[in-house]
Each structure stands twice: as C-alpha cells, then as structure tokens.
C-alpha cells in the first residue's frame, strides 16, 4: 500500500477521495461479488476504516488504492467467513451433497475500472425500477451522495429515502440483475434510460418541484457530474455527448437564475455576464464533437437537438441578440424527432419570440388540455404570451392559475407578481 503523507487535511481528503472514488469502488466490487448490496456494504467499511486510520497515520498517497485495498480486503473476509459457515452447517447436519460455493478470488480480480463504473450506471437504471428510483440509487452508488444529501435533494424523509434505495437493492437481487453491459437493442433502451435519469435528477434540481426554493443546485451539480462521466464512459455517443453539452450550458445560467434577494429571474432579464463561461465552453466543445459523429452518420436525437437549442442561447451575447428564427426551426426538428407535450409547450414559446405572441398561442391552443395535466407550465407560457400581446387581463388570469398549480413557493411568488403586474396594466372604465 502506498506511504501515508500528512500534508493534506484528513477529513477533507476523506471527503473528496470518497467523492472521486466512490463509483468505481462500488463498480469493482459488484463486479467481483456479484452482489450490489454487499459492495455497497464493502465500500461503506472501506469508508469507516479511513474514517478510523487518516487522521492518525496520514491521508496515503493514493487514497483510491487505498479505498480499494481496504475494501477487497473486507470482501475476503467476508467470504472466508461464510465458507467457513457453510462448512460447519454441512458437518453438522451431515450434508454429502458437496457444491459448496467456492470463495470468491478478490485478489485475483483485476480492475476494469472504467467498464464498472459503466456497468454500474447501468445497474442502477435497471428497467424493473421506476424512474425516481432509478434516479435516488444512481446518486446513492454512481454519485456517492449520502442517503441524507438524497432524501434533502428530493424533499423526502432520510427514512424512507433509505427504505426506497434498500427495496430497490433488493429488487435488483430478486430480479438477478446481470452486472454486464447489455448489448444490442437492450444496450440502445438501457442508455436511453440512463441519459433520462441524470436529465431528471438536473431538472429536479435546476427547477425544483417541490419546496421553498426554486433551484436545487447540488442536483443540478451532481448531474452535470454524472454526465461528464457517462461522456467520458462512452465517447462515440452522440446523443450521450449531447446530454453533456445540454447540462452543461443550461447549468451555467444557475447564478444568474436568482436575484440578490433569492427571487427568481426568467431568461431573457438574467445577466449574461454571471453565466459561467468554463461551462459554456465545456458544453459547447461536447456539442461539437458530437456534431462532428453525427456528420459521419452517428444518429442523434432529443439531447444533441436540445443542446443545440441552449447553444444559441449561450451565443447571445444580449437577450435581444437571440436567434429566435433558429431555435423555432430547431424545435420543429425536436417535434418531429421527440415528439411530446412538453416540447410542443417550448415550440409555442420559441414561435411566439420568433413570429409574434399569436403564432405561439396557435402552437399552445393546439395542444391537448390535459396533456401536462395539473402542471402549472401551460398556463404560464400562455400567460406569457398573452402579456406580450397585450391582452392583460387575460394574461393575469392565466398567471393566476399557474400560481394555484405550482408546489414550488418561489415560482408562485413569481407567477402571482406577473399576475398583479398584469392587473395593473388592465384599462380601466372609460
């Protein structure tokens, strides 16, 4: 093992090893278990025994390695000790039938640490999942968030946060749940659930659902992180190239999405100067090397379309510089190619900047009513564009109740102060 140095401080190396190291520990300790559960419970041990040994001895060299060793170590423990047992049942209840399970060769393993993490990822977006879940264990085992920093990111208790990942670690044993890539089809639908996941967890955390405040930036953090990740995992991937670049660049709008007084800030009034320029160019550069595998006939799809939507944004030195022609015809793409509610409800805002408020409302009144249900996006987009048409009164009302259907306090507050605003600009008699 490597020589132990005392330069750095203990707690925060713990810290930041765990956060660098966590998923490819889990990773390589499913994939010499079999056994996700008990990875986890191995890594966890790891965690305590550094917890235990840093601040006397020193933070290693390698604090991964070291992680690593300690947890194989562990993991053979473990196994001995059940071999141990299953020979003591069988002499005591005279079991001939030999078949005992053989330990397994941790030190004999060798590290595939870029596929575990991948298979990993994988695992944890396993289809006999739900999306939520699938989305609280990626954090748990991929990103290496505390059930506690989970169950605050999602507004839950950390008791049944910690039920809700312990269930779905049981599901995935019941279900027997191969901890290897899938190929073909499987590998096609499997990657589109993953992409879909890190997307939820950002968007949880860009607008939050739920709760007093209107952002959640760590979410948003930890996805941006994931995606890097899964970019780095699988970098002839287009579409996976695309989610990077679409996180990226909405994620460096956060600091500019909220005022000195924790009010949120719409789009067009942010200023452009807080966003964050080394995210922009991290997107910008994902979103050309995933434009230069699509021109060698790489298929793309709704992230490569999005990203490419939030590009223009990122371009526009002004809001008024916008290519608002470019994004609406760039929507029309995204309509054909992902076709949804949600994406209709964008293309009416997107026509309505590019062609005027009433080409918007004619893209929202085609859209079926109860598509998006009791979401509060409806309302407020056409509230949106009825106030830039000039029709006040309709547009106070249309804010009204997208204030009564939001469960975010700081986006009800906003759409309640577009409402008043609009009153206000009502005629009155005479």
Known sequence: MPAATSSEDPGEAIVAAWRAESARLVGALTRMTRDVELAEDLAQDALVAALEQWPAAGVPANPGAWLMTTAKRRGIDHFRRADVLRRKVAELGHAGQGGEAAMADLDAQVDHIEDDVLRLIFLTCHPALSAETRAAL????????????????????????GQRISRAKRTLSEARAEFELPTGAERTRRLD?????????????????TGTDWMRPDLSNEAMRLARMLAALAPDEPEVLGLQALLEIQGSRMAARLDESGAPVLLEAQDRTRWDPLLIGRGIAALRRAEQLAARGKPVGKYFLQASIAAQHARAQRAEDTDWRRIAALYDVLAGAAPGPVVEVNRAVAHGRAFGPDAGLAVLEALDPEALGASPLVPSVRGDLLERAGRHEQA?????????????ESERALLHRRAQRNLERVPGPG
């Open 138 to 161: 990626t954090l748990r085992l991929v990103g290496g968030l505390t059930t506690a920093e989970i169950a605050r990111g999602f507004l839950a208790s950390e008791t049944a946060m």
């Open 193 to 209: 659930d993953v992409m879909a996941v890190i997307y939820l967890i950002f968007n949880e955390g860009y607008t939050a659902t």
């Open 396 to 408: 106070s009302r249309s804010f009204t109740e997208a204030a009564a259907r939001t469960r975010n």
